[in-house]
Structures are given as structure tokens and as C-alpha cells.
């Protein structure tokens, strides 16, 4: 069981935000209990949030409404303007940091994971990323052809294409292999 908060800002990679928000909340109607919050949490102080795309989303909640040790994972998506705001809010970087060193889980996917670097979180562990968005990692284990890893505490994904892997690794952190295999047959891959 796992409560999960994906934080948004404006210029969030939409398809990140969406499919990973998507992916757990179908885990959740296929276990029941296995993800029984999936929060989209605005780091402003408007539910309204505009991707990189222009898509707008609305969240569930803002920042300043969260208790951050409710959650068991907290997740970054990408968008590098999106990505640079993040980085800026101060009350999200303390939970962050706070959150792994308590060993709960931290994702990160596209150009996110450079925060979890900044943070000093990542050295020596694996980790993926969208390509050149490597600022901060010079101490993780890179792996940038892989959709996603989990290590540890922390699961990275690379980009948009990896975006439902991502998730699913999520899934298969809090689950199990078995269920995440059973939720991944659902979503149809056809290689």
C-alpha cells in the first residue's frame, strides 16, 4: 500500500504527469488498497496547472494543504521549464531530502532527476534521464538507455517514451512483480 503525490508546476511534461497518474490509479482499481492515494499536487498556489504542451490540468491539491508524511513516494515528472520551478520551491526540496532520508521512496522521470542530484541523493546509485539533462548527476551510476530503474529508494525514469515504465516500476516497488506484470498485460504493449 502506498500514498503517492506527483507534483506539478507550469510547464510539466503533460504525457509524465498523466500516464504515471493513470498507471497507479488503475493499479489501485486492480488491487484494491495497493494505491489508495494518487495525488496531483500544484506547487503554486492554483489548482489550474499548464503543461509544456498547453494542456491545463487541474489538481488535487496545492502544496500548502499536504501533511508530506502521509505519503510513501513522492514524485517529480519532467518538462525542463516545469522541472526549473520545482527546483525552486523551497518547501518541496526540504520534503524531498527529508522524505529519502527516511528511506520512503522518491521518482523522478525526464529532466527531474537533476533535482534528486542537486539534492545529493543519487551518489552512487543508478539512475536514467531524458538525454543531456545530466546537471548534478556527476556522482550517480548513469544509465540513460534504460526507461526505467529503481535503486534502493529511488526510481528514475527517462522521458515521455519511458513514461508508462515508469509507473509500472512504481507499481512494482509497492505491489509486486506479479501485479505489476498483471496491470502491464491490461495496458496492452505490443512490441
Known sequence: MANVAIFVANGFEDTEVVATVDVLRRAEKLFNGSFPIVDIVSISDSKQVKGSWN???????LISEIDFSKYDCLILPGGLVGVEHLKENDVLMSAIEKH???????AAICAAPQILGKLELVNGIEVTHYPGCT???????KKPHMSAIADKN???GSSIGGALQFALQIVDHFTSTEQMLKLHESLVFNY
Open 135 to 141: 546537471q548534478y548527476l556527476d556522482k550517480a551510476i
Open 55 to 61: 494542456i491545463e490540468i487541474k489538481a488535487d491539491k
Open 154 to 156: 529511488i526510481i528514475t
Open 100 to 106: 529519502a532520508k527516511e528511506n520512503k521512496v522518491v
